[in-house]
């Protein structure tokens, strides 16, 4: 069984090695990246995904909103 998982975070660099850290996971499956809060949401919203990494001092508080309204079999990694 593998975890869908997304990362969320505004620096393309911290996307970068999340996504070399999630590829050495075999049970990880990262489907999409997203450089903005409301992109990441829109998709979660249409996405049956397990794992969300996230970074929550995004610009706005929209970060922590998102990570308030998820349901709550979601894990949540944040940076």
Same mark, same amino acid.
């Given at each position: 069984?593998?975890?869908?998982? +997304?990362?969320?975070?505004?620096? &393309? ?7 070399? /850290? @999630? $590829? ?13 809060? +409301?992109?990441?949401?829109?998709? &979660? ?7 969300? /990494? @996230? $970074? ?24």
């Amino acid at each position: 069984m593998s975890l869908k998982c +997304i990362i969320i975070d505004k620096e &393309l660099a911290a996307i970068e090695l999340l996504t070399s /850290f @999630i $590829e050495s996971f075999p049970r990880l499956n990262l489907l999409e990246t997203f450089d903005n809060v +409301i992109a990441g949401s829109e998709y &979660l919203h249409d996405h049956d995904i397990d794992l969300l /990494f @996230i $970074e929550l001092s995004m610009p706005s508080s929209e970060a922590i909103s998102l990570v308030k309204s998820l349901p709550e079999k979601m894990m949540v990694s944040s940076q």
